[in-house]
């Protein structure tokens, strides 16, 4: 017998139809001799809906009490959840993140989980109760409740398996797994039966939207084997698992893509020490977020330094950027919405050379210009302008022969 | 500097502006030098929303998860009433039923407060900040959320008044006050200044919809003054307060009715001790209550047994005795399900002689059969054809002379 967590993410618990269907699923796994602990995201639209209010009743509401608006959309669907369960004749009882309890840090909005008393939740598992955990919510030390941030639902599932010591945690969503890249992009992508938990990492956190990178995070440090899979049918999914050998006899397992950073760059930087430093600490000071950083040899004792953010924090970090190079005397700031960076991703880039330059020569012989170039030991991403990343894509897609047959085989 | 609980209905806060209008009430009565409680109702239609919900997802969803999903109403006002104060630059926090906390007894769907620890909000409070508190939820000593059945953010204000030992309790709501009859059937219905809490109770349970009956009980049971007012005008309300010798003055104060119940005769019942606890006790295991109940004297060891029941208990009701009537060899049962009950209360009835024989005149007068009478020291209620409802009500609130100016300046 196995403890298995489940999450749904908001498409699949949409209205009561699909909640019931929910229901059935978890009953088949019951019935087959799991132990079971159902994680769910609020119905889909709801948490924006709330969200909505939220900015409706205060400019800036993130706080305390924008977590007591937005977690009630979970709240509802356990409880329905539980409800549907009881109907077909099961033992159910659905836990707030203060019930269970997730204990987190008071970063509203985005708090992170310290720990989870498991005890209330095996002690219910032991009854024969199917137990519905409102994912997406927790509650700090003061007895106040947190929600974790977007996608958050996803983190709650593994963090309860990680305490839990559960045999596997499956999240249900309304994609079959984990593509080779975006099927809207390319009609050949593929869906991947296994994915290393480093290679997930990368792929979240660089565009994919299936997983959220903190989930990914928590299954690896705790080495929770995580199957990614759809709700609406019984396809076999995506298993994010450690990484194995046959792992790495591939190069590259996906491409993505993303389209949500701006460029902003420094131009005739004085090259001193603790220039970076002095730059980049009134951006971190106003909590943005730096994703690339490019900085090349000096001319004359100045250099240019290039850097991304999101397009949301773009305007704040460029006026931010403006005045602190004036004050270290920079000759110029320009700004860039208009790009998109195009990554890829694998395993097997650890032991296989030249993928890097085979990939700017993909991109070249098609025209697309490279603007800034980023690795790390499992994927390059590339900066090019917006109008190229699907072209980019596919021919990356193509030239490293993810749509093909054989190689899919091979994972 | 006083103590005061203000609630709020569901109509007071549908949307974002209403909600912004309670946060100027609130902040005035803040500004004027009062330490300031407001329990909120959920938004009007959104717990039937959730009840919809909750009775899609299971045929009989009172208990644990249906308090679960209907308590996050008020989740969302509170939380939405919290940001708009703040955005006014005061201090504020919101308080759910299991912070406060407000512990109720496990009736899931219509829980009992059991107690009130105040200790939070005095804390809050003497740090200067408005608290905020979800109305018609508690939490049992297990922990589970639970809710107080409908209307029963009145209760959550009120009992908090008392815990919290308050110098008023402010109801502000759609209408502006206790009036002397509805004033869709009466033009000329009149506000009252001042109703005493038993002459409350009696039309609040008669049907006056002004304030839940629980609320009434606990106000009088504490002696807190509470003030029914409209959150849309500053008109000044009607006082609900302890009876005083000005009230006695005058005999009727108002005239109610009621719709929603149906009669059931059980017919040439044999009159033997304990007959009538053998019949009635089916219909309270089967949780439906019964109003008035007549029993004449008996002719031939037989009687007639009358009672009424509400609309929606009705049918169910009516098997039952059909039932037990067979089993104890009465000769038939028939329901009505076309009465209305029309009742006339008044403090002053305890002085006054004559009011009954005056009622029964009045509604003879018009042709009005009374079908059935029932009594208390302060009300006196007559079961009519529902269809002379109206004209009944009108005749009476004309013949105690409540529309005339000089009786209501008594008051």
Known sequence: MALVVQKYGGTSVANIERIRHVAGRAVNSYNAGNSLVVVLSAMSGETNKLVGLAHDASEFPIGREYDVIISTGEQVTVGLLALALKEMGYKAKSLLGHQVPIVTDSQFGSARIEGIDGARIMAEIEKGTIVVVAGFQGVDTDGNITTLGRGGSD????????????????????????????????????????????????????GAKVLQTRSVEFAKKYNIPVMVRSSFNDAPGTLVCKEDREMEKVAVSGVTYNKDEAKISVLRVPDRPGIAARLFRPLTEAGINVDMIVQNISHDAHTDLTFTVTKTDFKRAFKIIKETAGEIGAMDVIGDTNIAKVSIVGAGMRSHAGIASKMFEVLSKEGINIQMISTSEIKISCVVDIKYTELAVRVLHDAFGLGREEILEER
């Open 155 to 206: 983190t709650t599932a593994v963090a309860l398996a990680a305490a839990l010591k559960a045999d596997l945690c499956e999240i249900y969503t309304d994609v079959e797994g984990v593509y080779t890249t975006d099927p809207n992009i390319c009609q050949d992508a593929r869906k991947l039966n296994r994915v290393s938990y480093d290679e997930m990492l990368e792929m979240a956190s660089l």
